[in-house]
């Protein structure tokens, strides 16, 4: 409850004070929030050493501030174009790109460290850039099958069922060269791609179906009931840490304004 509101309060903040200033805003699908606390929590309960994770812009500002302890300050700074002089983009733009570390700390004071990659705008580039990461930091660790730093990648449902490079990193999971102990897949799916709908974007019925072909156990979620959301979370949690294999959670909600803030929602 506590997630969903400063999620929610951060999102009201932002669109009043940065009045049309691109964020690619979370709302309609603010539950993500505590569905990732859920999975963050749980990580630093169990002591895993790190939860890594990739995602594209949207929801991104809310991520870094509300899950990846990056300050609000830091964030304001930047969105009144004050960010670092040597950023090599000269756009405001580079504040949805960039990556941080972190510490994510429970209610009961536990803590687990947050990685969040930097990306690209190419969406889902990041994907098989942050199974690297999370294999190499694994080997460092030298811990076996224990897999004690746990990838989470994040998808648009548009970006999930179209980019190619999303089946080639499933592909890629179970490989003993490239596996990383299963990955969580947390698609926020708020069913329009920019402006276009699933149905004139994909064949399958589902945004998630490709990942059928790994047998993934795929949970379908209502959005608009946040509960639910935390439990699928927690379910998804735990069949990651039994079976070690990548699991998806396709959260279904909507998206209240255009695909940035300076669209026109119609
Ligand atoms: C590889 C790639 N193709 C196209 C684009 C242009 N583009 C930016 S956002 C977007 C729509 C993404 O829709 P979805 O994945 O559903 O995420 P949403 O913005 O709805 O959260 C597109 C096509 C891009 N950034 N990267």
Do not use: W
């Amino acid at each position: 409850m506590r997630r969903l509101n400063s999620g929610e309060a951060f999102e009201t903040f932002l669109q009043t004070k940065f009045v049309g200033q691109k964020r690619f805003s979370l709302e309609g699908g603010e539950s993500v929030i505590p569905l990732l606390d859920r999975i963050l929590t749980q990580a630093a309960e169990e002591s895993l050493d790190e939860v890594c994770i990739g995602m594209p812009h949207r929801g991104r500002l809310n991520v870094l501030a509300n899950l990846a302890g990056k300050s609000y300050g830091q964030i304001f700074r930047e969105f009144e174009g004050k960010q670092q002089p040597g950023s090599v983009q000269g756009s405001g733009d580079v504040k949805y790109h960039l990556g941080t570390e972190g510490t994510f700390e429970t209610e009961e004071g536990e803590t687990t460290n947050v990685y969040l990659a930097a990306n690209p705008s190419h969406l889902e580039a990041v994907n098989p850039v942050l199974e690297g990461i999370v294999r190499a930091k694994q080997d460092k660790l030298d811990k076996g099958e224990e897999f004690s730093v746990l990838p989470v990648l994040m998808h648009g449902d548009a970006a999930f069922a179209g980019q190619g490079v999303v089946a080639e990193t499933l592909n890629l999971s179970q490989l003993r060269g490239y596996r990383t102990g299963g990955t969580i897949h947390v698609i926020v799916n708020n069913q329009v791609g920019f402006t276009t709908s699933p149905s004139q974007s994909r064949s399958s019925v589902y945004c998630t179906d490709v990942a059928r072909m790994v047998q993934a156990p795929i949970f379908h979620v209502n959005g608009d009931d946040p509960e639910a959301c935390v439990r699928v979370a927690q379910l998804a949690y735990d069949y990651r840490q039994a079976f070690n294999k990548d699991v998806v959670i396709d959260m279904v909600c909507y998206r209240r304004r255009g695909h940035n803030e300076g669209d026109d929602p119609r």
